[in-house]
C-alpha cells in the first residue's frame, strides 16, 4: 500500500487513489461530484487525501467543475486611501469562501477600466467593480459575460449597492447656513462618476431649499492635487464655505490655501466626504461627510456569492446605506 508522502514532494491523484484503493478517477468524482460517490467509498477517499495532505490542482479542478474558483474586484485608484478600506472589507468577506480574489486598478481611466472589465471576465466566476465609469452598454455586455456587482452606482437590471448621499450632505448643508454661510462652492469630480451627479443633485436641492448659492466648479481629478488646483479657482468664485467631491480634493484646497496665507476655516470654510483615515489627522482636522465603505464592501461581496450560489443571501441593511456628517474642525462661521 502507498505510504505517507515524503515531506516537500508533491501528492498526486493517482498517490490518493493507490491509498484508498480505487481508481483515479474515482478520486476525481469523490472530490469534485461527491453525490456520484457512495458515502463509504468517499469517506475512505478523503481519509487518504488528508493523510497523504493531498492538494487538487486549482487549475486542473476548474477545467473539471467549469469554474475557476477566482472573484475579480475592480477599483478606480488603489492609491486612493478610500479604496483601501473598501478591499480589506471585501477580502473579509470572502475569506471563509472557496475563493480567491484579483484586483485590479483602473488609474482613473475608463478606456483602461473597459480593458480590464473585459479580460477579468474571462477569468473569473464573478465580479465587483467598485465605482465604475463605464458606460452603461460596456457594464452591461461585462454582466452577460460574468456575474456582475456594481458598488457605489446603482443599476435597474445589474445587482448593485448604492449609498444615500442625501442625509450627509443635507446635514453639511444645515451646518453651514447655521455658521451664517450663504455662497457656498461645489468642486466636481469625475464627468462619469455616479456619486458626483448623485453628490451635486442633493446638494443643489438643499441649497435651493436653504437659501444658499451654490457655485459649481471642476471637474478635478479626485485627488489631493486636483484639490490644490481648485483652491485659487475657489478663492476668485467668492465664496466663504467649499464641499469637494472628497477628502483628498479638500485636502488639496486646504494646503494651498495655505500657501496663499488663507486661513481654513477663519477665511473660507472646507468639507469633504469620505471620511477617509488621514481626514482626521490633518490639522485642522477636516470635517467631512462620512461614507459607509466596509458596510457597501460587505454587501456587494456577500450578494456576489449569493449569486454564485456560494452563501446564503445575508442582510446587509437597506439597499442605499446613509451617509452623515463628521463635524471637525475646518468649518467656522463666517
Excluded at 456587494?300 to 451617509?323: C, I, K, V
Amino acid at each position: 500500500m502507498t505510504g505517507p508522502a515524503r515531506p516537500g514532494g508533491a501528492v498526486t491523484i493517482r498517490a490518493v487513489a493507490g491509498l484508498a484503493g480505487v481508481s483515479p478517477s474515482t478520486v476525481s468524482r469523490a472530490l469534485n461530484a461527491p453525490e456520484l460517490v457512495n458515502a463509504v467509498t468517499r469517506r475512505r477517499v478523503l481519509e487518504s487525501a488528508e493523510r497523504l495532505g493531498y492538494q487538487p490542482n486549482r487549475a486542473a479542478r476548474s477545467l473539471v467543475l467549469g469554474r475557476t474558483a477566482n472573484l475579480g474586484l475592480i477599483v478606480p485608484d488603489i492609491a486612493n486611501p478610500f479604496f483601501a478600506p473598501f478591499i480589506k472589507a471585501v477580502q473579509s468577506r470572502l475569506r471563509d469562501s472557496d475563493y480567491a480574489l484579483f484586483l485590479a486598478d483602473t488609474d482613473e481611466d475608463r478606456a483602461t477600466e473597459v480593458a480590464l472589465a473585459e479580460a477579468m471576465a474571462e477569468q473569473v466566476d464573478g465580479l465587483i467593480l467598485c465605482s465604475p465609469r463605464l458606460p452603461a452598454a460596456r457594464l452591461h455586455a461585462t454582466a452577460a459575460r460574468t456575474p456582475v456587482v456594481v458598488a457605489y452606482r446603482l443599476n435597474r437590471t445589474i445587482p448593485s449597492v448604492g449609498i444615500d448621499h442625501g442625509p450627509g450632505i443635507e446635514q453639511a448643508v444645515t451646518h453651514l447656513r447655521a455658521l451664517g454661510h450663504r455662497r457656498c462652492a461645489y468642486l466636481t469630480g469625475p464627468r462619469g462618476s455616479w456619486s458626483n451627479r448623485q453628490r451635486l443633485r442633493h446638494l443643489t436641492a438643499a441649497c435651493s431649499a436653504q437659501g444658499i448659492r451654490l457655485t459649481v466648479l471642476g471637474p478635478y481629478e479626485p485627488r489631493f492635487s486636483g484639490g490644490y488646483r481648485a483652491a485659487d479657482e475657489v478663492l476668485t468664485a467668492e465664496v466663504t464655505a467649499v464641499l469637494a467631491y472628497n477628502d483628498l480634493i479638500a485636502l488639496g484646497v486646504m494646503s494651498r490655501l495655505a500657501d496663499r496665507r488663507v486661513g481654513v476655516p477663519r477665511d473660507i470654510s472646507v468639507i469633504g466626504v469620505d471620511d477617509i483615515p488621514m481626514a482626521s489627522m490633518t490639522s485642522p482636522p477636516l470635517t467631512t461627510v462620512s461614507v459607509p465603505i466596509a458596510g457597501v464592501a460587505q454587501a456587494s461581496a456577500s450578494m456576489l456569492l449569493s449569486l454564485l450560489g456560494a452563501a446564503a443571501p445575508r442582510r446587509a441593511g437597506p439597499p442605499d446605506l446613509a451617509t452623515r456628517l463628521v463635524i471637525r474642525s475646518t468649518t467656522a462661521p463666517v
